[in-house]
């Protein structure tokens, strides 16, 4: 395990010149009095730091802890699936795949990983015991960090001494930075004073944005955010009796605007229905309301792919909740409709125009359709059968409210009879309500079982030897919602379509080159219409992507001549969700057959400089071979001496190796530009050494003198510089090139 944090100067003043740049723009700057200067421990500092720290709980899908949290990019596998997570947004796909996966998914890292505590510490775990023992070992206290209050950058600090002078300026840009420089406060001897530049502007989870000008104001601000950020006023009971109670409208979606206006109805089963211009969509679909990790979600199951999903909830009263989904936002808003816009007569004449198809969200009644008879009979057709459900129907008035009544029916009694409020009142659907019940009626005037149908289009690509294969059933039947029964058929020709006869058997992979088929729809009694299917093709390139560039492999010599280990279903990540298989061979005439594949791609290890794995890609029955070239490269970079003074005195450098220990890791570098110091120092050590650079033969070497503390006085003497990159440098024992430092950059 390598450990790794980041330490503030001991002095307050050096600390501000690694973090600060004036900005002379800055005009007026106001000398602070007590109430205005910033001061270390107090409630506006910690209300400060807990907003900018760390906020670990927002992956909790990974590590299912809050403490820390993984830093990004980050690769994992799931059964035998590979995702490389780059962005927080990435995680809704990982949410998807673990609620699709089956129950003894695992996910496991691909080590090593690096953990961030909320105060931006880091720890490198090399294996996942060391992960467990973190999580194990995690205590987090939620309230700490205040995740619904965000600053808004870049904001600045002036720096005055003890006269009241003003001696530097503070540029934050970002979350990190503002935590350290807060710390840092603490550790200071007051030997400056610091004042926050107004005004400052928050931005809160709910989209509003509050502009601050003193230190009373902000803090006040940011408590108030704090005390609303685990319940945000939803509570998980009171938003499923809310939910149920009315029909709620779409009046916001980022992503997709024409969503606006779509409506929901939840039922009290856990299922709900969605609503547009009159029309029912998916009628049976799950929602339920999940807590997890202080964050309340609203999860929709539903083949709408864009409204499906996990939706957290940030805001909500009685009449408007507030979502987000990633970077999708969406806001609902209670419809309760206490004027109908129709009257009771108008009701009345509604109802008796056409038969009602109807629906409470368990799909019960899916193929059932209400008749409304002038003299107060009811009739409730199944399907096409000749006999009927019967019953009796009456609607009256109690107060405001337009009351229908079922009543003597000879089948649902415990299900239909009874009075039900109408809620809703439209010219094609009516709702109605009975305590926690919800009947949708919408009306179907479109003639029965053929009006279900028309003639369709099928495009494909071309497929192996130029014919194309077409799945009929799929694209024709499959995209039609029927109540009726009806026996589907098709046919090469109009006339076999006619008697019924020699039907496609194959109809999920009909090939053809002929330029139409023929649709047979047959009723229960019989009666039978005959539909055009259209049936065309384009040229479409299935492998394209994976024809868009040449897949290569680069891992740097080791310098023990192996063994080297790859990654392989790295190379084509971004091509292989769009193939059916994707398999890895050493030889192209396996890969041609389909035989002796590479059994664990993820973990493939070669011997060989250069070698060439051969990749069979499969998509709708055909397959391509493509190949992906392994290379061991050298990665030394070298630097002239230049370059090396010009890499030592940017930023700070710390000792993250030496000879294979991370003993020396505590200390840091800070090397000086003009006279050769160098301050090498940790959280309670400081010291004042000399250093210089030269040129040999072999390369440049770095010269370390008069370092004198506990295990660092063994970095005295010459070291040469055997790799050099801009973040890290590999130093040699000049006398002895067994011993090894490894310096890491480090810029703030």
Not at 139 to 149: F, G, L, Q, R
Not at 358 to 369: H, L, V
Not at 668 to 685: C, G, K, M, R
Request: hydrophobic residues 40%; aromatic residues 10%; proline residues 2%.
């Amino acid at each position: 395990m390598k450990t790794k944090s980041k330490h503030l100067f001991i002095s307050f003043l050096f600390a501000l010149l690694c973090f600060t740049s004036c900005q002379e723009e800055i005009t007026e700057i106001n000398i602070p009095n007590d109430q205005e200067a910033i001061v270390p421990n107090s409630t506006l500092v910690s209300l400060m730091s807990r907003t900018t720290a760390n906020f670990g709980a927002a992956d909790n899908i990974l590590d299912n802890v809050s403490c820390f949290s993984v830093e990004l990019p980050v690769t994992i596998v799931i059964t035998d699936i590979t995702l490389i997570i780059e962005t927080l947004s990435d995680l809704e796909q990982l949410e998807s795949l673990l609620r699709d996966a089956s129950n003894d998914a695992n996910l496991d890292f691909i080590f090593p990983i690096t953990i961030i505590f909320n105060d931006y510490s880091q720890v490198v775990i090399e294996n996942e015991d060391e992960l467990e023992s973190f999580i194990n070992e995690c205590v987090a206290n939620e309230t700490d960090v205040i995740n619904c209050v965000d600053f808004v950058y870049p904001i600045s600090f002036s720096v005055f001494n003890s006269e009241f002078n003003l001696i530097d300026t503070v540029i934050i840009e970002n979350d990190e930075t503002l935590y350290g420089f807060l710390n840092g406060l603490e550790d200071d001897d007051n030997a400056v004073i610091v004042s926050l530049n107004f005004p400052v502007t928050l931005n809160y989870t709910n989209g509003e944005t509050i502009e601050v000008n003193t230190n009373q104001e902000l803090a006040e601000a940011i408590e108030a955010a704090g005390n609303d950020c685990d319940a945000s006023n939803c509570i998980e009971e009171s938003l499923e009796s809310n939910l149920i109670e009315c029909q709620w409208e779409i009046t916001t979606y980022s992503s997709f605007p024409e969503f606006t206006g779509i409506d929901f109805v939840f039922y009290s089963n856990g299922t709900f229905d969605i609503y547009q211009d009159g029309g029912t969509f998916n009628v049976v679909s799950n929602w339920s309301i999940i807590s997890t990790a202080g964050e309340t979600y609203l999860f929709l199951e539903t083949d709408f792919e864009d409204l499906g999903g996990d939706w957290k909830i940030i805001e909500c009263d009685d009449a408007t909740i507030r979502f987000t989904k990633g970077e999708q936002t969406m806001v609902i808003n209670k419809v309760c409709e206490d004027d109908l816009n129709c009257s009771l007569t108008d009701i009345s004449a509604i109802l008796q125009e056409c038969p009602w198809d109807f629906s409470n969200g368990t799909g019960n009644f899916e193929n059932d359709t209400m008749i409304f008879n002038s003299n107060g009979d009811l009739q409730i057709s199944e399907g096409l059968a000749a006999s009927a459900i019967g019953g009796g129907w009456n609607l009256s008035l109690a107060g405001n409210q337009v009351i229908i009544t079922f009543s003597e029916l000879t089948a649902f009694q415990d299900t239909l009879e009874g009075d039900w409020t109408i809620v809703e009142c439209d010219t094609g659907r009516i709702v109605l309500q009975k305590e926690n019940e919800t009947l949708v009626l919408e009306q179907n005037c479109n003639g029965g079982l053929f009006s279900c149908f028309g003639d369709f289009e099928i495009v494909t690509c071309e497929g192996p030897n130029n014919v194309p294969v077409y799945n009929l059933s799929a694209n024709t039947i499959g995209l039609v919602v029927c109540t009726e029964n009806f026996m589907p058929s098709f046919h090469a020709t109009f006339s076999d379509a006619q008697t019924n006869t020699n039907a496609i058997v194959n109809t999920e992979a009909y090939e053809t080159l002929t330029a139409q088929v023929y649709l047979r729809i047959e009723a229960d009694n019989g009666d039978f219409e005959i539909f055009n299917v259209y049936l065309n093709t384009e040229n479409c390139n299935l492998f394209e992507c994976f024809q868009s560039f040449n897949a290569q492999l680069e891992i740097c010599d080791n310098g023990y001549d192996g063994p080297y280990q790859f990654n392989l279903t790295t190379a084509f990540a971004n091509c292989t969700p769009s193939a059916d298989a994707v398999t890895y061979y050493e030889i192209q005439a396996d890969a041609e057959a389909g035989i002796n594949q590479i059994i664990t791609p993820e973990v493939y290890t070669n011997l060989v400089v250069e070698q060439i794995i051969y990749v069979r890609a499969e998509i709708n029955n055909q397959f391509e071979i493509f190949t992906i070239q392994l290379s061991i490269i050298d990665c030394n970079e070298t630097c002239s001496e230049s370059d090396v003074s010009s890499l030592l005195i940017d930023c700070t450098w710390n000792v993250v190796n030496y000879n294979g220990s991370d003993n020396l890791i505590a200390y840091n570098f800070d090397f000086e530009t003009s006279n050769q110091i160098v301050v090498i120092y940790t959280d309670a050590l400081v010291i004042d050494a000399t250093w210089s650079t030269s040129q040999s033969n072999e390369g440049v070497i770095i010269n370390f003198s008069n370092v004198a503390g506990p295990n660092i006085q063994a970095i005295n003497g010459s070291w040469l510089i055997v790799e050099c990159t801009e973040n890290q440098l590999v130093l040699h024992n000049v006398n002895d090139s067994s011993i090894e430092i490894v310096l890491n950059r480090t810029c703030e």
